[in-house]
């Protein structure tokens, strides 16, 4: 079991940048993807960028481009690099660690982004 914590999260505008982080609770090293998710109000919570071990990134095309998956191995630790902003990415963000065949699936408890003017 891993622990996952997001930080990060906030209030901007329109055009502006935000990062999050994603802090485990053990050595990521290991793990085959680490993802990040959001939730908007009355959506499904769809995939936003993965990042599979061996380097390899997937991004939802609403956010390629202006969004960047990147992840710290020594320091257990994922993050999502947000600019160019814009109202419809307001959503709860989660991190998440998954097994190649899901049969590991652990989630963090989400951080609120808000984008508005």
């Known amino acids: 079991q891993v622990q996952l914590v997001e930080s990060g999260g906030g209030f901007v505008q329109p055009g502006g940048s935000l990062r999050l982080s994603c802090a485990a609770s053990r050595n990521i090293f290991a793990i085959y993807a680490m993802n990040w998710y959001r939730q908007a109000p009355g959506n499904q919570r769809e995939l936003v960028a993965a990042?599979?071990?061996?380097?390899?990134?997937n991004y939802a095309d609403s956010v390629k481009g202006r969004f960047t998956i990147s992840r710290d191995n020594a320091k257990n630790m994922v993050f999502l690099q947000m600019n160019s902003l814009k109202p419809e990415d307001t959503a709860v963000y989660y991190c998440n660690a998954a097994g190649a065949d899901r049969e590991y699936d652990w989630w963090g408890q989400g951080t609120q982004v808000t984008v508005s003017s």
């Open positions: 990042l599979i071990r061996g380097g390899i990134t």
